[in-house]
């Protein structure tokens, strides 16, 4: 098991930034790729970026290219995603993963509970 806990999320206008966290701590944390994920009401949840388990190769979903960054600290046992530019479409509740990665491929194991990020217009 790989405990995820997230935290940083709230409230923020358009064009503002927040950091979100994702704490696991066990100590085996750096074994896993990390990713995060969203989901709004009514909709599917959807990928958002990932990152390798050395943090040396990083993926992002096409709406949020050149906006968000995502970024690890195996030492900590956390993984980071930087948020800027947020727009109205962005709220959703935001959940950390974590994956065994075979090659290029991510299988998302563990999930945390998710932390909620809402943009105002």
């Known amino acids: 098991q790989v405990p995820l806990v997230e935290s940083g999320g709230g409230l923020v206008q358009a064009g503002g930034s927040l950091r979100l966290s994702c704490a696991a701590p066990?100590?085996?944390?750096?074994?896993?790729?990390s990713g995060w994920f969203r989901q709004s009401p009514g909709k599917e949840r959807e990928f958002v970026a990932r990152?390798?388990?050395?943090?040396?190769?990083?993926s992002y979903a096409g709406s949020v290219k050149g906006r968000f960054t995502i970024s690890r600290d195996n030492a900590k046992d956390t993984v980071y995603l930087q948020m800027d530019s947020l727009k109205p479409e962005d709220t959703a509740l935001y959940s950390c993963?974590?994956?065994?990665?075979?090659?290029?491929?991510?299988?998302?194991?563990?999930w945390g509970p998710g932390t909620q990020v809402t943009v105002s217009s």
């Open positions: 990152i390798s388990p050395d943090g040396g190769v990083v």
């Open positions: 993963a974590a994956a065994s990665v075979y090659g290029s491929a991510y299988s998302w194991d563990y």
């Open positions: 066990g100590g085996t944390f750096s074994r896993y790729g």
